[in-house]
């Protein structure tokens, strides 16, 4: 049984629970979102598992999870990397964001979400389980894609991708 940390707004845990629970019940849990880069520039996108339990087949950023109780996040988000994806890389931190997107199988994602950046040239050997498939695509381009076919992309990433937009131009100041 795979647990999520329970956390208020300020990220301070106040419990745990079953990951599929905390779904249902909306509650706000901690998560992390991974946004690989190679030294073009491009961001490695995957396509979800068909069988994955909420948005199946839609493209996302590199890699999301959930820390387990116990777990420091980027320990999680490295592990998950190599878990999903099938490589390690050093990841940055960049920022945090809180959303909450409701799904037609009745779960919710309400998640207080840590987002890392980082970059790798190496071979991706993605788990079939997780990843249906995966590209490099130029992050303008991804944007461009989401305004024109957001149905094809999860609700996170639509989210969280104009907030790295705007990180990743401060970065360059």
């Known amino acids: 049984m795979t647990k999520v940390i329970l956390v208020n707004e300020q990220d301070i845990a106040i419990g745990e629970m079953e990951k599929i629970e905390a779904h249902e019940k909306a509650l706000l849990h901690r998560a992390f979102s991974i946004f690989i880069f190679n030294s073009n520039g491009d961001m490695l996108l995957h396509q979800r598992a068909i069988t994955k339990y909420h948005s199946p ?12 109780p116990g777990e420091e996040i980027e320990a999680a988000a490295i592990k998950r990397l190599q878990e999903e994806m099938g490589f390690t890389t050093p990841l940055r931190r960049a ?6 997107a409701a799904f037609d199988n009745g779960l919710t994602e309400h998640e207080l979400d840590h987002v890392f950046v980082g970059r790798y040239d190496g071979p991706v050997n993605p788990n079939p389980e997780e990843v249906s498939n995966y590209k490099h695509e130029n992050i303008n381009t991804v944007a461009a894609q ?4 957001p149905e094809l992309f999860t609700e996170w990433f639509k989210i969280a991708l104009p ?3 705007t990180w990743l131009s401060l970065q360059e100041k």
């Open 163 to 165: 907030k790295l937009q």
């Open 146 to 149: 989401i305004e024109q076919h």
């Open 57 to 68: 087949g839609l493209w996302t950023n590199t890699c999301c999870s959930h820390p387990q």
């Open 95 to 100: 920022f945090t964001f809180i959303y909450q």
